[in-house]
């Protein structure tokens, strides 16, 4: 059932601009998209990019399509979907006006719930460092092997710190979903190596076609599925028609990922990017 809260005036959002509200701890972009002068229609969407969290309002844009200011993803702010990326659509509310009073349906919200329990976590072959949630209970002292669940896939990580209570808590780039054990140690230690033969066939084929793409590295992820391969070079067509075929030809999941770019977020975080060109 909806449960309408009044936002403010929506004389104070002219045609073609856009402003921020908090509700229930949560950022709102809101959106007038108009033609000219003329009023036009109100969207509202969670202002933390899916990506990596970035204030979609500072977006350029004009319409309903809006730019992301830190990577420049696209979005529709009245679809909610995601030009580049269509896994990471935006989180949208529903609006109205009445007797002049923008309100939006805080039903979407929900209860906030318990603050976070935050980690800080090194993990992947480029040793990223990102914020993990974890169970309210769970305490994993510095440098604890652990298991995450991520955009990727499950793979390893280390324990660099616990995280206090923040009033702000920054969009988590996936879970913990428990210490690192002896079976999964073994687990890992008899994965059949296919980093080797992957990195070789895809650096065959990007010579081949003469792409002005550097495979850095290629790491394979603990579910035995994903194999992620780290490029030098801007995403391009011809590298997610390569990724297609890789795919076909191998039982494992093929990610090409940007060297300079940390994973996104994973959609069962308490957050907010990766470019997985290619799901399989
Ligand atoms: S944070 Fe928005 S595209 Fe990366």
Redesign the pocket.
Known sequence: MANWIPLGNAYEISPGTRKAYTVKGTEIAVFHVADGDQPGTFYAIDNA??????S?IEGEGCGTEVT??????NFDVATGECH?FPDFALTRFDLKVETGVLMVDGAAFGDPGPPANLFLVRYGAMGWVDHFSAEPEDDYPHRTAVLLETSRGEEVGEILSAVGQMEKPPTAAGSIVREFTPTDQSALTSQEDVTARVFQDCQTLIQERGMPTEIIDCEQLFDQQTVVLYYLGSRMPALEILAQELNANYTWRIVFHPVD?AP?ASSCSSG??GCGCNEK
């Open positions: 990019c899916p990506h990596q969290g970035a979609l992301c200011p830190l990577h420049d993803w580049d770019e996104a907010g990017g």
